[in-house]
């Protein structure tokens, strides 16, 4: 078979996210990713224009027209859990299954508490003997750093990093179900007896329809999905569904204007804020092909009842 499916895939069952050890209890905590992963070598992967060198493609798997429901059939593909193992009799002792990878790191504290943020924006507090769920607060934002505890002057704290870059928002966005405001990173803290209010978090104020009529025929689509894949997704996100992090091109006015798609993408107009030019590594008919394959897909979720049709006017 040309595609095969790999799990757990590159990103590995367990990735950076610090795992602890509590050694009164024995037991080391463990974020655990389940991520499944599309190997395809029928299409020579010297024939790809990418910056990144990983050694397969970066399209394996992926659709241009797919009908309603298969991007969240997709996601649920993916999954993960805080696993409590035991690595004297080498077996685990609890789990708490996510619907999401790339959970946050761990921190295991005397108290006999383990603490862990996750993709919902969630930091709670389980018992490190048995996982039940003993507190939790809603962030603003998720929690991918582990949370550290210290204390001053006898008071003791726990702080955590919050907001929503992270990888998994970046490459796969659609995994969210709805994009993300474009929140400003924090470093909240909690005590015994704090009563401060937690900021409001900001609404995504993109509106989720087409600012241009489909051009490009199948061909056009096909090759701006591959150069799409090999290329942008890595920021934009797969499928060209963004996370709300980094600007959904589907939504975008700047990919209804030729012009301004060529000032952005192939002459560089926002270096400074991250976006280089890609001229020197795509052809015009590349960067052409990847702005059809983005309005496609903008059209393709009006079909599929995932945005809104323009207003006529």
């Not at 199948?218 to 920021?235: I, S, T, W, Y």
């Amino acid at each position: 078979m040309a595609l095969t499916v790999v799990i757990p895939g590159p990103t590995g069952a367990h990735n950076w996210h610090p795992m602890a050890f509590n050694p009164d209890t024995g037991l080391v905590y463990i974020p655990v990713n389940e991520i499944p992963f599309f190997y395809d070598k029928t299409r020579n992967v010297e024939d790809s224009k990418s910056w990144w060198n990983i050694g397969y493609d970066a399209a394996a798997g992926w659709p241009v027209e797919y009908p309603a429901g298969t991007v969240e059939a997709v996601a649920d593909l993916d999954g993960g859990s805080l696993l409590a193992w035991d690595p004297v009799k080498a077996e685990p002792r609890w789990a708490v299954p996510f619907p999401l990878p790339l959970n946050g790191g761990v921190l295991s504290t005397d108290a006999g508490l383990v603490f862990q943020g996750n993709k919902f924006g969630d930091l709670v507090a389980y018992d490190a003997e048995t996982g039940e769920r003993m507190w939790s607060r809603q962030l603003v934002g998720n929690a991918a750093a582990a949370p550290m505890t210290y204390e001053i002057e006898g008071e003791q704290y726990l702080s955590v990093l919050s907001g929503w870059g992270s990888v998994s928002n970046l490459i796969a966005g659609f995994t969210y179900g709805e994009a993300a405001g474009r929140e400003p990173a924090r470093v909240i803290t909690f005590k015994l007896g704090g009563n401060e209010m937690m900021p409001m978090p900001l609404a995504d104020q993109v509106v989720a329809t087409p600012k241009s009529s489909m051009f490009g025929e199948p061909d056009q689509h096909q090759l701006g999905m591959q150069r799409f894949a090999e290329n942008c997704h890595f920021c934009h996100g797969a499928f060209a569904v963004s996370g709300g992090v980094i600007p959904d091109l589907r939504w975008s006015a700047i990919s209804a204007s030729e012009q301004a798609w060529d000032q952005v993408v192939r002459e560089g107009v926002l270096e400074k804020q991250g976006m280089v030019s890609f001229s020197g590594h795509l052809t015009k008919e590349d960067t052409d092909a990847i702005r059809a394959y983005v309005i496609q897909q903008a059209w393709l979720a009006v079909a599929n009842g995932d945005a809104l049709p323009p207003e006529e006017g």
